[in-house]
């Protein structure tokens, strides 16, 4: 398969929380992410994979730039984020946008959803007339699968899977070119979780999005990405394309996550049907 050139690239990422002395929080290291190398081409669906507390929103957020590298590198089109101007910044925030687990307690539980998905035109955007940002909500909504008159639904009126579809609209709304997706399905049931990903995979295609999928098994790897990385304690201890790591698993903690997939033979059948169309 042809490499494809890189959207975003980490370089020796490395992310240790804590450590300020002060009175009141006597400082205690804990080195969360402690060497991180991995790229993520155009187009692509990266799998970002590690048990719990291995350092995957870590690795996240520092992405986002919501939370600052320890050291390391992240480059995103070729250029180290470090070096953009403030102006380029906002530009870059625009671009790159997250799907929470729980977008529940993401969203302000007094606006309407509507407002909420709207918020960052609003804030960020060209054109801030009112009719024209409510426009765009609704056709988002119905990008989405929600009806119009969630526009005016507050979020507890919502459940969980019309919760991560506004979700989705929120991140979406700005135009941004990379998705990084924490977890966005793990708290529904299965077949919601279904829904969620084709819905995901179908506005792939349509605003040509690169994602980063973050998840803690390996449940739904093998349908939704094209490469993963598998992180350990802070490490990625093996980065292939999905049907390598399946076949053929060089790490035993990687043998460890397939072997707790009840369902492997369905998933690998997935994984040679999706491959064997590209
Ligand atoms: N703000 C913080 N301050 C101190 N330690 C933190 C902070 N955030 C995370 N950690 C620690 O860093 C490590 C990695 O956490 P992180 O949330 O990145 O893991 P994760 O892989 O996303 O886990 P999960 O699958 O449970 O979401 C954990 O040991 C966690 O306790
Ligand atoms: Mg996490």
Redesign the pocket.
Known sequence: MMEKEPLLEVEGLQKV??GKKSFLMPGKK?T??KDVNFHIGKGETFGLI????????????MILRLIEPTSGKILYNGRSLRDLSKKEMVKLRNEVQIVFQDSGSAFNPRQTIGEQIGAGLKRFGENKDDGYIQAQVLHMLERVGLRADFYHRYPHELSGGQRQRAGIARALILKPKFLVL??PVSALDVSVKAQIINLLIDLQKEFELTYLF?A?NLDLVAYFCDRVAV?SK?EVIETSPTIELFRNPKHETTKKLLSSMLTLDGHLGEVYQKRAII
């Open positions: 929380y804590g804990v969360a992410v590690g048990e719990s507390g291995s350092g995957k929103t870590t690795v996240g957020r924490d977890e973050i803690h992180l802070g």
